[in-house]
């Protein structure tokens, strides 16, 4: 079993920043890769971000260049950050964060943090 814990988000202007917080414990031996989601009221939910075990980071093209994520294991944990700069009112959903744990790559959720981008 793996819990994820999410902070972070909130209200921002247009070109403005924001930094979600992710972490992740209990069996993080097994989590081969950490993700960040988003999901707009009427839209399918999306991977903006993930990071693997191994450091590899792959980003959705409507945020490369914008969104950076990283990843820190400490004292049994595994904490990700994505770092969301140039803020764009599209940008706006519910983030969520995921690890995919083990063998079949059992998907594991974080309750998800509300990020809003004014215009």
């Known amino acids: 079993q793996v819990q994820l814990v999410e902070s972070g988000g909130g209200l921002v202007q247009a070109g403005g920043s924001l930094r979600l917080s992710c972490t992740a414990s209990g069996s993080i031996i097994g989590i081969n890769a950490m993700d960040w989601y988003r999901q707009a009221p009427g839209k399918q939910r999306e991977l903006v971000a993930r990071i693997t075990s191994g450091g590899i980071t792959n980003y959705a093209d409507s945020v490369k260049g914008r969104f950076t994520i990283s990843r820190d294991n400490a004292n049994a944990k595994i904490t990700v950050i994505l770092q969301m700069n140039s803020l764009k009112p599209e940008d706006t959903a519910v983030y969520l964060c995921?690890?995919?744990?083990?063998?079949?790559?059992?998907?594991?959720w974080g309750q998800g943090t509300q990020v809003t981008v004014s215009s």
């Open positions: 995921n690890a995919r744990w083990g063998k079949y790559l059992t998907d594991y």
